[in-house]
């Protein structure tokens, strides 16, 4: 077996992980088990993530003029994040972010763009609703990281609402610069 053979394998494995799913055979691992805790999880995903580089050969990408105002953010910045205990959506989440981020000049968080990371890493999927429309919804491993759906009233009647509880929200806060700075696939 190659290097790069077993860089894919490993990565298939810790895919399957942290997605709460037994890489031998695909069956669901029992909520229980330490590889389902949250902090396990998200360490999981990280080492994806570099494997994933790693496999791709990735060279740190130029910045243009546009770019410039990449997103970061500091662990400091983060602790003053404060998790809402009834859950909330993610644009609660980038309200939350930006309102901390305020006095810096860069991109702002848009709940857009942590669900389509979310979507990413396999922790929401894309589901059809009707005529070529669709909506994200959780997956059975975001349902256990702590992304349900609930139903919510509006001035057009009731819908289905993500939302996030305390967990949710600090593994979206704890991966912010991954979901705003994205590599190319």
Known sequence: ????????????YIDSLANGLNPLDGTPIPEQDIVNNVKISRCLFFVSDVLRKQLDGHEPKKVSEKDKKLFYI???EKLQYVPSKTPIPASGISYKVNEILDKKKMRKVSYRTITTWLVKVGLMEEEDISDGKCRKVPTASGIAMGITTEIRTGVHGEYPCVVYDENAQEFVIDNLNAIMNPTDD
Do not use: R, Y
């Open 1 to 12: 077996m190659t290097e790069q053979e077993k860089l894919h394998h490993a990565k298939h």
């Open 74 to 76: 500091t662990e400091e």
